[in-house]
C-alpha cells in the first residue's frame, strides 16, 4: 500500500480564480482517486480516475493522471468560497491518505 | 448525506472510561473501515472488515476494540484511552472492489 503525497500543503485562491494541487505517488496503480474533506467533517469521494485514462472531468474538476511521472493533478475552475476544503489523493486501490492540500477560496 | 452514520457525533470521555462509537451504513456495501485523524496528521487507517471478518489491524492499541457483527454496522470500543487519543474518528464503507469509500460524519472523541 502506499499514500500519495499532496502539493502544495495550502493554497489560498481568491473566487472565480482556478485551483491545481498536485498527487505524487510511488508505485504502479489501477487508479487513484480524489477526496474532499470540509473541516472536522468525513470525506467525500470526488472523482476516480484509471490508469488507462489521462484525463477526467467532473463539472468543475479536471483530474489528469501521467503514470510515466506517477502523478497526478486536480484543478478546480471558477472556485468558489464553498471549495475551502482539505483535498486528498489516494493512489491504488488501499485507500491510504497523506496530508492533504488545504484549500482557502476568498470570497 | 452518504448513507453512513456514526453515533455519537461528540464524545467527551475520561481515562477509566467505557465507551463505545457506531457506525452504520444502508449501501449494501461489504467492507467497512474505522480511521483515526488527529490534528495537523494525515487520516490513519485502522481497522478493516471485509464480510464481517478483519482483514487489516494497523499495529492500533488494544485500548481500541473493533466489533463487526453484521455488514451493515461496525463499532470501536473504547477503553482506557489517553488524552493523546482525542481525534476524530471516520468510518467508511465501500463495495465489492473496494474502490470508492463513503464516509461517515465522524466522531469527535476528546479524551480527558
Known amino acids: 500500500s502506499q499514500q500519495g503525497e499532496e502539493d502544495p500543503q495550502a493554497l489560498s485562491i481568491q473566487e472565480g480564480e482556478n485551483a491545481t494541487m498536485n498527487c505524487s505517488y510511488k508505485?504502479?496503480?489501477?487508479?487513484l482517486q480524489w477526496y474532499r474533506q470540509n473541516s472536522g467533517r468525513g470525506l467525500v469521494h470526488l472523482i476516480l480516475i484509471r490508469s488507462n485514462e489521462r484525463e477526467k472531468h467532473s463539472g468543475r474538476l479536471r483530474v489528469t493522471l501521467d503514470t510515466s511521472k506517477k502523478s497526478s493533478s486536480l484543478l478546480i475552475t471558477a472556485s468558489r468560497a464553498a471549495d475551502t476544503a482539505s483535498y486528498f489523493c489516494?493512489?491504488?486501490?488501499?485507500?491510504?491518505f497523506g496530508q492533504g492540500t488545504e484549500l482557502s477560496v476568498k470570497p | 448525506e452518504t448513507g453512513v452514520t456514526q453515533t455519537p457525533r461528540h464524545l467527551v470521555m475520561g481515562m477509566t472510561n467505557k465507551k463505545s462509537l457506531k457506525c452504520e451504513q444502508h449501501l449494501g456495501h461489504n467492507a467497512m473501515y474505522w480511521y483515526k485523524q488527529s490534528a495537523k496528521k494525515p487520516l490513519e487507517l485502522m481497522f478493516v472488515?471485509?464480510?464481517?471478518?478483519?482483514?487489516e489491524n494497523n499495529s492500533v492499541p488494544s485500548r481500541f476494540s473493533p466489533e463487526c457483527p453484521n455488514s451493515s454496522h461496525l463499532f470501536l470500543h473504547l477503553h482506557t484511552l489517553q488524552p493523546e487519543d482525542s481525534a476524530l474518528y471516520l468510518c467508511?464503507?465501500?463495495?465489492?472492489?473496494?474502490?470508492?469509500?463513503?464516509f461517515g460524519p465522524g466522531t469527535r472523541l476528546t479524551v480527558l
Open positions: 467508511a464503507s465501500s463495495g465489492t472492489g473496494g474502490n470508492e469509500q463513503f
Open positions: 472488515y471485509n464480510f464481517k471478518e478483519q482483514t
Open positions: 489516494a493512489p491504488g486501490g488501499k485507500l491510504i
Open positions: 508505485t504502479s496503480i489501477n487508479n
